[in-house]
T-cell receptor
Framework: QKEVEQDPGPLSVPEGAIVSLNCTYS??????FMWYRQYSRKGPELLMY????GNKEDGRFTAQVDKSSKYISLFIRDSQPSDSATYLC?????????????FGTGTQLKVEL | GAVVSQHPSRVICKSGTSVKIECRSL??????MFWYRQFPKQSLMLMAT?????????EQGVEKDKFLINHASLTLSTLTVTSAHPEDSSFYIC??????????FGSGTQLSVL
C-alpha cells in the first residue's frame, strides 16, 4: 500500500463547476499538507499549505484536512479552463530538518468550456 | 512566493556525455535542495537531498556516482548526469526548502539522451 493514495483521473468538468480533489494517507506522522498545481512540462507550483485539521481558504481554493480519517481535499470553486493541470497532494512529518515530501501521483484535471 | 530558477529547460545530448542542470534560489536562501525525477504521468520521485556545504544524501536505488550533486552555496545547487544513457531521459526538477516545510520548485529540465 502506498503511503499516499490519489486518484490519477483524468477528471473532466464544465467551466464554473466545483471541483473536489482528494488524497488519503496511511502514515499518521504526516502533519504538514500541501497542494501543488503542475502544468505540463513545468515545475509544481504551491497552491495551499496547512498543518492543522479543518479548512483553509484562499480565493477560489479551499484545502480541507481530516487527520482522524487521514483524508485531505482541495476544492476549486468557479473552475476555469486555466485550472486545467495536474494537482499533486504532498505531505511531510512534523519533525524538522530537511523533511522529505511524499507526493501523491497527481490528479489530471480538465476544465472544459 | 519564492522563486527557484532552473536551467536549462530542455537538453538533448548524445549517449555517454555528461549534462549539468543548475538551480538557483533567487529570493531566499535554500539550506536544503531536493532533486526529483518525473516520468510521464507519474509523480515526483525524490532522487537526493543536498544540504549546503555537505554531501548529498541519495535515495535507495539512485547511483551517486552517476548523479553528482553539488550544493556549494545557499543559492546554488547543481545536478550532473554523468555518462548519460537513453534510460536517463526524464524530467528533472529541483526544489529549495524555504520557511517551514514549504518547498519551491524550479521549472524543470527535460533531458533527452539519444
Amino acid at each position: 500500500q502506498k503511503e499516499v493514495e490519489q486518484d490519477p483521473g483524468p477528471l473532466s468538468v464544465p467551466e464554473g463547476a466545483i471541483v473536489s480533489l482528494n488524497c488519503t494517507y496511511s502514515n499518521s506522522a504526516f502533519q504538514y499538507f500541501m497542494w501543488y498545481r503542475q502544468y505540463s512540462r513545468k515545475g509544481p507550483e504551491l497552491l495551499m499549505y496547512t498543518y492543522s485539521s479543518g479548512n483553509k481558504e484562499d480565493g477560489r481554493f479551499t484545502a480541507q484536512v481530516d487527520k482522524s480519517s487521514k483524508y485531505i481535499s482541495l476544492f476549486i470553486r468557479d473552475s476555469q479552463p486555466s485550472d486545467s493541470a495536474t494537482y499533486l497532494c504532498a505531505m511531510s512529518p512534523i519533525t524538522g530538518g530537511g523533511n522529505k515530501l511524499t507526493f501523491g501521483t497527481g490528479t489530471q484535471l480538465k476544465v472544459e468550456l | 512566493g519564492a522563486v527557484v530558477s532552473q536551467h536549462p529547460s530542455r537538453v538533448i545530448c548524445k549517449s555517454g556525455t555528461s549534462v549539468k542542470i543548475e538551480c538557483r534560489s533567487l529570493d531566499f536562501q535554500a539550506t536544503t535542495m531536493f532533486w526529483y525525477r518525473q516520468f510521464p504521468k507519474q509523480s515526483l520521485m525524490l532522487m537526493a537531498t543536498s544540504n549546503e556545504g555537505s554531501k548529498a544524501t541519495y535515495e535507495q536505488g539512485v547511483e551517486k556516482d552517476k548523479f553528482l550533486i553539488n550544493h556549494a552555496s545557499l543559492t546554488l545547487s547543481t545536478l550532473t548526469v554523468t555518462s548519460a544513457h537513453p534510460e536517463d531521459s526524464s524530467f528533472y526538477i529541483c526544489s529549495g526548502r524555504g520557511l517551514g516545510e514549504k518547498l519551491f520548485f524550479g521549472s524543470g529540465t527535460q533531458l533527452s539522451v539519444l
